[in-house]
């Protein structure tokens, strides 16, 4: 399986600033995707990031507000903009690896004062 | 909607007794099933997965999982916990373009 390193591990920011959190594969792959798991929670995805075109977001997340580029097939960045208390989180990106199967990086865990 | 329930939000064992974790699936067509764990402060590990053909799954650290339709059932067990086994884990299924919805998670307990 693909080796996915994640920047940073995680973070202490102040609400009305954006975090850039980066995702890293050791090999190309096709899909790559952004999760955001709240506290106590589960897995909640937030966009596919597509190489060479726009992210395909899910139903309540916006692109004003977690904009993701994509590149090249083994990098992806996730911004968190304008941060309030409610976005933190952990933000984890994963990789398909075109078996329905996705692997998932370390995390970034974030918190919003 | 595609989607997994899992049972029993805190799952509490003894070291060395069975561990059973449920997973329920909702759907007409057979789905590809996986079970994942997060330890403490770590990303998602992929215990095991079920795709087609044989229908008990073994994975890693002695888990195995067993995919029965007739109860649209998927739960994880080991015959005998360790302490390390204590984490979170989760019951996710495929739901298509290689997407994954994921159940609430159980958190183990593992007691010496």
């Known amino acids: 399986s693909a080796v996915i390193s994640q920047k940073p591990s995680r973070d202490i920011c102040q609400r009305g600033t954006s975090l850039t959190i980066q995702c890293q594969v050791d090999?190309?792959?096709?899909?790559m995707f952004w999760y955001r798991q709240q506290p106590g929670q589960s897995l909640t995805l937030i966009a596919t990031?597509?190489?060479?075109?726009?992210?395909?977001?899910e139903s309540g997340f916006v692109i004003d507000k977690f904009p993701i580029s994509r590149p090249n097939l083994t990098f992806s960045t996730l911004t968190v903009s304008n941060m309030s208390p409610e976005d933190s989180s952990i933000y984890l990106c994963?990789?398909?690896?075109?078996?329905?199967?996705?692997?998932f990086g370390p995390g970034t865990r974030l918190l919003v004062l | 909607a595609q989607s997994v329930t899992q049972l029993g939000s805190h799952v509490s064992v003894s070291e060395g007794a069975l561990v059973l974790l449920r997973c329920n699936y909702s759907s007409s067509v057979p789905p590809y099933l996986f079970w994942y764990v997060q330890y403490p402060n770590q990303g998602l590990q992929l215990l095991l997965k079920?795709?087609?053909?044989?229908?008990l799954v073994k994975g890693i650290n002695g888990f195995e999982a067993e995919f029965k339709k007739s109860e649209t059932s998927f739960h994880l067990t080991k015959p005998s916990a360790h302490m390390s086994d204590a984490a979170e884990y989760f019951c996710a299924r495929n739901t298509g373009f290689q997407k994954l919805v994921f159940g609430t998670g159980t958190r183990l307990l593992v007691s010496p």
């Open positions: 990031a597509n190489q060479g075109s726009e992210a395909t977001y």
């Open positions: 994963s990789v398909a690896d075109g078996q329905e199967t996705q692997y």
């Open positions: 079920y795709t087609t053909g044989a229908t």
């Open positions: 090999s190309q792959v096709t899909m």
